[in-house]
């Protein structure tokens, strides 16, 4: 079986070099994506029976010499590959109706089969070389889909999507290089089953691990490496921000997942806290952000943010009780993350669905110009909120299944004997619970801005619903998110020869339980029953109305009550900004916010003004110092630009004579 | 199945809708009961005890006047809520523990099903698209941003020392009385208590009573219901009251709570004890809410985050010592 995956990236290649002939027809979208589309179910397939199958192996004569391509797959690469075959399906199927309105099919079409070979490849590889070839591929071809709208970007003076996203994806290119140096060792093989027998020292493991989880968490989005995300997600097409939200980013987990729980030695127990303390930093920094965010692409990227922030500390969670030898804690904290991260493929996809399909329809992304959608474009409308409950971890939706587990894992408190995993714990557990609240405001902020409220300009009044292919692709995934949360069991258990193989232990059989409830340990100690929650309220909420609409006297339309005083012009409902203004005043500490408000004096006929200024933690005091050293270096260096051939020639001399010292010292 | 599976899974089933109808039924007597003490801490005779049931027939009765540009949602939310809530409240011990559905949610679940109630009622509040509504459910969801966290928080240290995140087993685990006196149960206690008033809406946070005032949360939120749905909304505002108290009661004073419901005399002493309780601890509340004033909107975060940190350090001080 894996002999047909691993054709399946040269397929993806045959149908990038289709899309570039045939850009220019109609015919080619639907070649493009619907061969896509084929071939992603291929990789679900094959993913899904991978879970359970046998360890398989193959050598191609590819690659480097003497070392030739190794692929492998086991249970760990069949779930990703499943989820790539989701979210690509899902974001092919969209972009069958979607990609109509697309003015450059010929930016687009060609990268977008590119970037989903070299997610299968990182996932498919079983030597460094090959992994960061599909690494580098998939950071390539996904640049090229973000600069497809360069033109119609935003301000000059803002940082350009496309180079922060190309200098952060080199540079965790660049560390995920020097990890697997570091794993190689001396000998340098770069096999991943040699690095599997290499045992490192504790330096270079701990080396190799610090490596990883920052070539790694900058592409996943962890803070303080995460600035790249909201800036380049959003600026693709939707479907291409979904597949990067909902897709890329695990692919930046698995990367993770495979070389620290896979290849490294046990590591010290500090690296479990540095993985708890920098996922829940994540998590509560982006939903922050992602209230305060007015576009609603970067509002669901911050949210992407926020995610990882909640997958990660399942892993580090995974990681520390690994370490104190404590499997079954160590099985149910990565199965609630790789539970989570299969959420978010779902309900992040069926978001970035959703605001494409808005996008087309009003071509706006600012909150502030939609409303009143869900009367314009109801289906969506009806999808977009399942999105939005899933996300903010609502029962009975698959969200709160994942969040769920992940607390559950935080209440094991096992005696572990480090004191810095024992304080992460609680204050980990604290953070995801602010985020999740945090997640629920910013959703229903971004829900009643959006589809709620009166239209507030031309452009949305006039939006009309989506396509059949897009609504299909909205559809299918609502439908999974119920289903993943009525039904959690069954993907606990899919999960479980993951855990199995990288934590030595699995969760216990799930689906042997005659209600479906879940227990994570046992009945007695935590259970849920998402069917059950899911039918009660069905069925009460059903005899309500039935019983209510008995005695009550039917309904009457009329102006709204708005206590007396409605107001006609719909700017004077509420906004996305006034909406935030509360949790701004709450949490802005972390931002310093100011809002300032220029009041005209009685008289001036100006208008009144209010401005916002936010201040990044992150950016700031962190990336504006190094790109202003940068450019000051640059500068200096700018000299060099004027030299004459003799002090060029003198300068090639010099680096030769320190390159050979260098090696002759070395030897 | 045998006749006598057959009869214990009808009496399991009998017993845990006697539940779900009593909290229901129940549920707008205890609000008609805060209001009456209320009333008379003031010296005011205040309405009859069963003056919100005659509200809600009156309401339920009444036409339906909805705006000409709400949708669906806002037709659809207040059901949604009234059944999230009920479904919540069913999962609470209130006379007997292990009803038959008690496992299929535990206490995080029994949170967050409120949250999902708060999430439709607030986006019902943003359908119309008025100023009240946009300003009740924005403050809303910032009580609800500090409320919910800190209400987690409480619910990890009561597990923790229970040792289950299951209401039924805390209940248990308390009755046994192997807790013993906890620094981080008080804390959490005192949390919870305040969560609660958030929660429910009442003085100092918001107050129930009022209309029209700038700074109300839940009344601004639902200005634009009125007939069945508002009856709806209010009587799960009733629910999520009795809910809370029941969980303080079911969690802290678990005494007279029956382990199953196989004994008459057992479901005798748990009815009786649970309205005890619910009487007392009603007539706290009204006490309470008579004594204090009610606070500006932004103190809320304050008084909320004084819980979240209690809660906080509550956990904090369980993972670091066992006997705490």
Known sequence: MIGQLAAVVPAFIVLGVVGIVTARVQAGRVLVYGGSLVLCAVLLGGGLAALTGDIQRIVLPIGIPWVGGHLRLDALSGFFLALIGLGGGGASLFALGYGQSEHHPGRVLPFFPAFLAGMTLVILADDAFLFLFGWELMSLSSWALVMAHQDEATAPSAPQPGYVYLLMATFSGLTLLLAFGLLAGAGGGLAFDNMRLHAAGPG?????????????????????????????HPAAPSHVSALMSGVMTKVAVYGFVRIVFDLLAPQPWWTATLVLVAGGITAVLGVLQAVLERDLKRLLAYSTVENIGIIFVGLGMALAFRLNGFAAGAALAITAALFH??????????????????????GRRDMETMGGLIHRMPVTAFFFLAGCMAVSALPPLNGFASEWLTFQAVLLRPQLPQWGLKLMFPVDGALLALAAALAAACFVRAYGAAFLGRPRTPAAEQATEVDHWSLTAMGGFALLCLLAGIFPGAVIDALAP????????????????????????????????????????????????????????GIRRSPPWDCGFPQAAPDTQYSATSFQQPIRRVFGVIFRVRDSVDMPAPGERRAASITQRRWDPIWDPLYAPIAGLVSWIAERMNVLQFLTIRSYLSFVFGALVVLLLTLALWQ | MKGADVLAMLHALLAQGVQMTVILLLAPLLTGY????????????????????????RLLGKEAVIADNASWLFRVAPYFVFAATWVAAALIPTFAANLMFSWSGDLIAITALLGSARFALALAGMDIGTAFGGIGASREVMIASIAEPAMLMIVFSVALIAGSTQLSTVAEYMLSG???????????????????????????????????????????????????????????????????????????????????????????????????????????LGVAETAVAKMRVFRVPNYLGAALMLGLLGVLLLFVSQGM
């Open chain 1, 341 to 362: 991260a299969f959420n978010h493929t779902l309900f992040k996809s069926l978001l970035f669905f959703g605001a494409g399909a808005v996008l087309n329809a009003t």
């Open chain 1, 498 to 553: 993951v855990s199995q193989a990288m934590t030595g232990a699995r969760m216990p059989v799930q689906l042997a339980d005659p209600w479906l409830t879940i227990a994570p340990i046992a009945a007695s100690r935590s259970s849920y029953n998402g069917l059950l929650v899911f039918s009660f309220i069905a069925v009460s909420m059903l005899l309500t109305i039935a019983a209510v609409h008995r005695v009550s006297r």
């Open chain 2, 34 to 57: 805060v209001r009456k003490v209320k009333a008379r801490l003031q010296r005011r005779r205040g309405p009859d005890l069963v003056q919100p049931y005659r509200d809600l027939r």
């Open chain 2, 178 to 284: 192997a807790a013993g006196i906890r620094v981080s149960l008080a804390m959490a206690l005192i949390a919870l208590l305040v969560v609660a008033i958030a929660e429910n809406g009442r003085v100092p946070v918001d107050n129930p009573a009022t209309h029209l005032e700038l700074t109300m949360v839940h009344e601004a939120m639902v200005l634009e219901y009125s007939g069945r749905h508002l009856a709806m909304i209010e009587w799960a505002a009733s629910l999520k009251l009795m809910l809370y108290i029941s969980m303080i009661a079911c969690i802290f004073i678990p005494i007279g709570l029956a382990g199953d419901t196989n004994s008459p005399l057992g479901n005798a002493v748990g009815v009786t004890s649970w309205i005890a309780k619910m009487a007392v601890l009603g007539a706290a």
């Open chain 1, 204 to 232: 270079v493991t701990a080396g190799a691990f610090v490596l990883a989880l920052i070539g790694a968490g900058s592409k996943a989005g962890l803070v303080p490496l995460h600035v790249w995300l909201p800036l380049a």
